[in-house]
């Protein structure tokens, strides 16, 4: 009675969590949403019988406003991941192939089984980065859809401009290109008062879409917005794959909860404050990122990562483990790793074999952090 090949998806693994422990496993905002935010949220519990906006049409429309797109060129999901599956479901046939770096976003191979595709892993290069090359060497007659996750989930590394273009211009043109930028708003140089503008050390895909025909971008309100628990995204690009991918969308998806908040945080003074949420984070990862390297040696962190989070490889967590561990047994791996910073009242995200990812939020919760490593 079931699909025999559903034996071949992994589970999606949520980052832990635990009474009284710091989580710093899940890429969450340590703040609550903006007061603002939160006042509209409260003002949709009294109509909570009747059924949201099933279009999302004046949270489509903030958002082309908010991008300089047309609305028609806008959609909006249960988060950017339900989106990342409705592109597939709009693009694949079953047997067709979707490429993906990997390590990068856990969702895309499962997404890609669901949806009866299959999945393309393509390996990271030396520095942690999507190897382009490689990717455009996987392209065959049967892919449909590739995605680039820019910056890097668990990496934090991300593209310049003219390698995408490069890579683009390998891409044939009924080959769908889907720039996943969950945590562009965090890389260096975004404005959230233009966040159409293009940055200084990596793509936009506002304007990238603009551009090619076959490009879409994603983001999410979940990061850097700080509603990871009302789940709501967006896509961006032409219309008629935008179109088809409000077909496969399942109806009224997106909770009238999520679309009230999602548009009080497109109000400019919201925009404004955002600002210095994203600073204190790139404060703390450039702190984190120094004080790790300085004991641990160079590379034990990814250097110059661009999300809310850093990433310690494996090869280099037996280096930090021997830091953290002091006069105890030190960890071998990034599994000791980990087990070690949760018995310390830290919860990080282990890749068991790959490394480990860490949430980057607050001074404290980085100071909390720095002393289960024994930096502190």
């Known amino acids: 009675m079931i699909r025999p090949d559903l034996a071949q998806i992994p589970a999606y693994v949520p980052g832990t969590v635990g009474a009284e422990m710091l989580k710093l496993s899940s890429n969450e905002m340590t703040l609550p949403p903006l007061p603002a935010v939160q006042a509209a949220v409260a003002d949709c519990a009294a109509r909570a019988n009747r059924y ?12 082309a406003g908010y991008l300089g797109l047309d609305p028609a ?35 895309y191979p499962i997404l890609a089984r669901v949806a009866g ?8 290069d030396a520095g942690h980065r999507h190897d382009l090359d490689a ?18 989930n668990p990496t934090g590394t991300t593209l310049t401009a003219e390698e995408l273009e490069g890579f683009l211009a390998k891409v044939p043109g009924d080959v769908v290109v889907a720039l996943d930028e ?26 990238v879409a603009r551009a090619h025909r076959n490009v879409v971008g994603l983001r999410t309100f979940s990061k850097v917005w700080g509603l990871a628990g ?26 009238a909860p999520a679309q009230a908040a999602a548009l009080a945080c497109l109000a400019e003074d919201a ?30 962190v990814v250097p110059g990562a661009q999300g809310n989070f850093l990433w310690i490889p494996e090869d280099r967590a037996a280096d930090l483990g021997r830091v953290a561990a002091g006069a105890d047994p030190a960890p071998a791996d990034a599994a000791g790793l980990e087990a070690l910073l949760a ?7 282990c890749f068991p074999g790959e490394g480990i990812r860490v949430t980057v939020t607050s001074p404290a919760e980085s100071d909390r952090l720095l002393a289960a490593l024994g930096l502190g």
């Open 73 to 107: 060129e806008v959609a909006v999901g249960c988060g950017s991941t339900a989106l990342c599956q409705q592109l597939i479901q709009a693009t694949c046939a079953e047997g067709d192939e979707v490429i993906f770096a990997w390590r990068s976003f856990e969702a």
């Open 343 to 349: 018995a310390r009242g830290v919860l990080v995200r």
């Open 182 to 207: 969950a945590y562009l708003e965090f890389a260096d140089g975004f404005d959230p008062a233009d966040p159409a503008a293009a940055l200084p050390g990596t793509p936009n895909a506002v304007q």
């Open 52 to 63: 949201p906006d099933m279009g999302a049409v004046a949270l489509r429309e903030a958002l």
């Open 135 to 152: 990717m455009a060497a996987a392209i065959t007659g049967r892919t449909r859809l590739i995605f680039v996750c820019n910056p890097n």
């Open 271 to 300: 925009r404004a404050e955002l600002l210095g949420r994203v600073g204190e984070v790139a404060a703390e990862r450039e702190r984190l990122t120094r004080m790790i390297a300085a004991a641990a040696g160079e590379g034990a």
């Open 117 to 124: 595709a299959t999945p393309v892993p393509v390996p990271l």
């Open 230 to 255: 009302l789940r709501v995204g967006y896509l961006f690009g032409d219309a008629g794959l935008v179109e088809a991918v409000q077909k496969v969308a399942i109806p009224f998806s997106v909770n």
